[in-house]
């Protein structure tokens, strides 16, 4: 006789659940505009991806599932400052990258943030290249990546694709 607290799920049956976890990721992660790629800037309003800051991104809709339009990626290598209408671009820091399997998830992903050294931060060159970070998570979806992006550490910090 077999009850609930001894049965098993199948192994086939966990992949399955986990399948349609992340189609269901795929569908419904929100769109982040194509003003988010990695080029330079000159003048203009800097956004950052934090709920509430006066300068909050347009699309930015605080933590959760997203996705670069047009199918770019984030980052997987420092970039220059004011680039995406920020000072400072997150890229994936972590040593794996992005997943290469469909439906493969990667957690714990480090997200690095240059921070700039000089007064408060506003005068100077890069100090740090991964002065402030965050962890988020990425789903590879086959014709794009799905990100699990909390907001960022600070201001004029900006998620992008490349």
Wanted: contains cysteine; aromatic residues 12%.
């Amino acid at each position: 006789k077999t009850t609930s607290s001894t049965m098993k799920i199948p192994t086939s049956s966990k992949k399955n659940k986990k399948r349609k976890n992340s189609e269901k990721i795929c569908k419904k992660a929100r769109v982040l505009r194509k003003d988010r790629k990695h080029t330079p800037y000159i003048s203009g309003c800097q956004f950052c991806d934090r709920q509430g800051a006066r300068n909050e991104s347009p699309d930015w809709e605080g933590p959760g599932w997203y996705k670069f339009a047009g199918g770019l990626k984030m980052s997987e290598t420092y970039l220059q400052p004011n680039r995406c209408r920020a000072y400072s671009v997150g890229y994936v820091a972590d040593c794996k990258g992005h997943p290469g399997k469909l439906y493969e998830m990667r957690t714990n992903v480090k997200i690095c943030f240059p921070v700039r050294s000089g007064i408060f931060g506003i005068f100077g060159v890069q100090a740090n290249k991964c002065g402030q970070s965050v962890k988020a998570k990425i789903l590879n979806c086959g014709k794009f990546y799905a990100y699990y992006l909390p907001n960022t550490p600070g201001c004029n910090e900006r998620y992008c694709g490349a």
